[in-house]
């Protein structure tokens, strides 16, 4: 039986990759009835949203969705569709693998890096509870904390204060921190490491930390450690080897899932997959490099291998396994990639994005 598949292409260089990942995925043989839609800047140019109806009851009804990059704008504009997309289908984990593929050039490819970020989705400063500037409730809210705050205050005034609430809870803790823990022992990872800034947010991160103990506790053929968030960034640059599977809040996950990507190349060998109890939706990490639009020119393998995430989360462990191995293979080759991946930069040997979605699909044949 064909799997129900959602395509969302994105904008910017997004539609270039989603032709390209499909083409990988459609090359393993699975059969998959894929339903394409939009999202992102394009689309709410024509009807003012960037994230129709249809798309979304596409992913109500698929449960299972391949994400192209997507525009934010930065301080202005709608509000994340990422965002969005997590808190209506309860997205809680994003899981981001940062892998090695020899071939990619880094500081670090003679330490094989492999680790896996379980970053919590909806809550923390990303749960979107915001208070703008001027805006009188703003000024309410600074009166009401202040008047209930035990030590430091509020001093300045509503007129000159944004504010962003950030919501940790038992339950969103202990769901992301049990996936982490279930993923290392299906994997055969061998530690798990909670990441926080409990030593300065006791009553937000300190209840992170606490449930993260709590949860390990249930896990006892699993390491753990836990890390403060500013010395596991220094630890990462300096011993990326240490570390296997790391759980923490949103805003840590977001930044230390660029960190690593970097020490395995970048975000264009970074994909992503966001989860929930009865849907899923695989994306890059990387953006959607507007000035690269219809150019040919970016590097697929993050949107490919959020696909090979995909074909996994569809237990479809050989096709997933294959896809991988050739998109390694064609990266170690070092000759039809992008590029970002080219010694020089610029190299007129170079492909293109569909001319390295090719030479991945032939490795399939």
């Known amino acids: 039986m064909a799997h129900e598949v959602t395509l969302i292409t994105g904008d910017g260089v ?75 289908f309860g997205l809680f984990a994003c899981i981001r693998p940062c892998k090695y593929y020899p071939g990619v050039r880094t500081l670090y490819d003679k330490t094989k890096v492999d680790l896996v970020i379980f970053r919590e989705n909806t809550e923390d400063l990303y749960a979107g509870i915001e208070f703008e500037k001027g805006n009188p409730k703003t000024d309410e809210l600074i009166a009401y904390i202040n008047s209930i705050a035990e030590g430091r205050k509020i001093a300045t005034p509503g007129s000159e204060t944004g504010i962003t609430i950030k919501p940790i809870s038992i339950t969103g803790t202990e769901k992301i921190v049990k996936a982490a823990f279930e993923y290392a022992r299906e994997n055969k990872r061998k530690k798990v490491t909670s990441v ?59 930044i230390l899932s660029d960190l690593c990507a970097g020490l395995v190349g970048g975000l264009g060998i970074a994909p992503g997959a966001n989860i929930g109890p009865d849907t899923a939706i695989f994306e890059a990490t990387h953006g959607s490099a507007p000035k690269y639009k219809g150019l040919n020119r970016v590097n697929p393998t993050a949107v490919i291998l959020s696909g090979m995430l995909m074909l996994r989360h569809l237990k479809e462990f050989d096709a997933a396994d294959r896809l991988e191995r050739a998109v390694a293979s064609v990266i170690a080759e070092g000759k039809r990639v992008t590029y970002d991946m080219k010694a020089d930069r610029s190299d007129p040997t170079a492909v293109g994005t569909r001319e390295m979605a090719d030479a991945i699909c032939e490795k399939l044949t």
Not at 222 to 241: A, C, H, K
Not at 244 to 252: G, Q
Request: with cysteine.
């Open 14 to 88: 997004g539609p270039d990759l989603a032709e390209a990942a499909q083409k990988c995925i459609n090359a393993t043989n699975i059969k998959i009835n894929w339903d394409i839609q939009e999202a992102g800047v394009d689309v709410m140019q024509r009807n003012g949203n960037p994230l129709p109806e249809s798309t979304l009851e596409s992913i109500r009804r698929t449960k299972c969705a391949l994400k192209a990059p997507i525009t934010t704008p930065v301080g202005t504009g709608f509000r994340s569709i990422n965002v969005h997309l997590r808190h209506e």
């Open 196 to 254: 926080h800034k409990a030593n300065i947010m006791k009553h937000t991160d300190g209840l992170f930390l606490e449930i993260s103990r709590e949860v390990a506790k249930q896990y006892p053929d699993i390491e753990f450690e836990d890390r403060i968030v500013d010395n596991m960034s220094m630890q990462l640059v300096q011993n990326p080897n240490l570390y296997d599977v790391l759980v923490m809040p949103n805003l840590y996950g977001d």
